[in-house]
């Protein structure tokens, strides 16, 4: 056996290991190239003397931070609403997960915003701008009130806010401009009404 793997795995019986970057290991180990960390790994996995760790391809380890892969979804409006909803996957955004507000990365999407319906909302402090993405949990279809969601109106998507009012369901904007809401019952809300709830706004670089 090769001495970076008697060192593995004498060091897999002290600390989980799995939990550890290839940067860390090599580190600890005093190995100068991580690659060389990853071959030995792979070796001992295949052999199954160490187990290999469940892997979320959604987080990429970069030393000491994740770079989390999040699917843009197309766009939502953010005014009048021409984006048609589908889960057509263009493209992806990669964030560190020191700047997302939740851990659940398996369960988020993302779209661009299209128009100015809500630049004046305030999602975690951040208005929803043209060309600002947003980030939405999928899992959160039962919105709690004045929260911001996607909602499916007519097959087309539109970022909103969420407002219960008796037995209706208002959905509104928060804007410099005049958009009118939009008025449905609260049964709708059963037939697939929310596609998710926003979780954080990811503000478009704007240079002098």
Same mark, same amino acid.
């Given at each position: 056996?090769?001495? !970076?793997?008697?060192?593995?795995?004498?060091?897999?019986?002290?600390?989980?290991?799995?939990?550890?970057?290839?940067?860390?290991?090599?580190?600890?180990?005093n190995v100068r190239n991580p690659e060389?960390?990853?071959?030995?790994?792979?070796?001992?996995?295949?052999?199954?003397?160490?187990?290999?760790?469940?892997?979320?391809?959604?987080?990429?380890?970069?030393?000491? /931070?994740?770079?989390?892969?999040?699917?843009?979804?197309?766009?939502?409006?953010?005014?009048?609403?021409?984006?048609?909803?589908?889960?057509? !996957?263009?493209?992806?955004?990669?964030?560190?997960?020191?700047?997302?507000?939740?851990?659940? /990365?398996?369960e988020l999407y993302a779209l661009k915003? !299209?128009?100015?319906?809500?630049?004046?909302?305030?999602?975690?402090?951040?208005?929803?701008?043209?060309?600002? /993405?947003?980030?939405?949990?999928?899992?959160?279809?039962n919105p709690v009130n004045s929260s /911001? !969601?996607?909602?499916?109106?007519?097959?087309?998507?539109?970022?909103?806010?969420?407002?219960?009012?008796?037995?209706?369901?208002?959905?509104?904007?928060?804007?410099?401009?005049?958009?009118?809401?939009?008025?449905?019952?609260?049964?709708?809300?059963?037939?697939?009404?929310?596609?998710?709830?926003?979780?954080?706004?990811?503000?478009?670089?704007?240079?002098?």
């Amino acid at each position: 056996m090769h001495k !970076v793997q008697e060192q593995l795995l004498a060091l897999s019986k002290k600390q989980d290991i799995t939990k550890l970057g290839l940067r860390e290991l090599a580190r600890t180990l005093n190995v100068r190239n991580p690659e060389t960390i990853k071959y030995h790994l792979s070796k001992l996995q295949d052999a199954k003397i160490l187990e290999a760790p469940e892997i979320d391809h959604s987080v990429q380890q970069m030393s000491d /931070y994740k770079l989390v892969t999040i699917p843009v979804l197309g766009a939502a409006s953010a005014g009048p609403a021409t984006q048609f909803a589908d889960s057509k !996957v263009e493209g992806y955004i990669k964030i560190s997960s020191k700047l997302l507000k939740t851990k659940k /990365y398996k369960e988020l999407y993302a779209l661009k915003v !299209v128009g100015d319906s809500m630049n004046q909302a305030k999602i975690e402090g951040q208005t929803a701008e043209d060309g600002d /993405y947003i980030i939405v949990d999928s899992t959160k279809r039962n919105p709690v009130n004045s929260s /911001y !969601v996607i909602a499916v109106v007519d097959g087309l998507a539109n970022v909103k806010r969420f407002v219960r009012d008796n037995d209706r369901i208002v959905l509104l904007s928060e804007s410099s401009g005049n958009f009118l809401p939009i008025f449905v019952h609260e049964d709708d809300e059963r037939e697939g009404l929310i596609s998710g709830t926003v979780v954080q706004v990811v503000k478009q670089p704007r240079f002098a």
